[in-house]
């Protein structure tokens, strides 16, 4: 069974820091890219930043250049998300998912992703 789990959301004050987990389990990890997104109340998801386990090349949305940093860890099947420097306009429901191919020019497409978890709020207070 596929599962993405994620992880280390919460509340947090402006120009705070968060990490965000995605425990993946139930496909071949390196063959996979793993993407986050974000969903606020009323607002389309949107991508925030990708990884392609094969060869670690990422991605990141201009909103989020420079105070997010994307990692991953292929012996933990675990992709991370450290978010510094965190705005009020951060604040949504992030998820995680996973991509047959690599990350590429279409990362941003949500429907390139095969399998989501269920999301993580993080909550940034003025």
């Known amino acids: 069974e596929v599962q993405l789990v994620e992880s280390g959301g919460g509340l947090v004050q402006a120009g705070g820091s968060l990490r965000l987990s995605c425990a993946a389990s139930?496909?071949?990890?390196?063959?996979?890219?793993i993407g986050w997104f974000r969903q606020a109340p009323g607002k389309e998801r949107e991508g925030v930043s990708c990884?392609?386990?094969?060869?670690?090349?990422?991605y990141y949305a201009d909103s989020v250049k420079g105070r997010f940093t994307i990692s991953s860890d292929n012996a933990k099947n675990t992709v991370y998300l450290q978010m510094n420097s965190l705005k009020p306009e951060d604040t949504a429901v992030y998820y995680c998912?996973?991509?047959?191919?690599?990350?590429?020019?279409?990362?941003?497409?949500?429907?390139?992703?095969?399998?989501w978890g269920q999301g993580t709020q993080v909550t940034v207070s003025s």
């Open positions: 139930g496909f071949t990890f390196d063959d996979y890219a």
């Open positions: 990884i392609s386990s094969s060869d670690g090349s990422t």
């Open positions: 998912a996973a991509d047959d191919e690599s990350c590429g020019s279409s990362w941003l497409n949500v429907g390139e992703y095969d399998y």
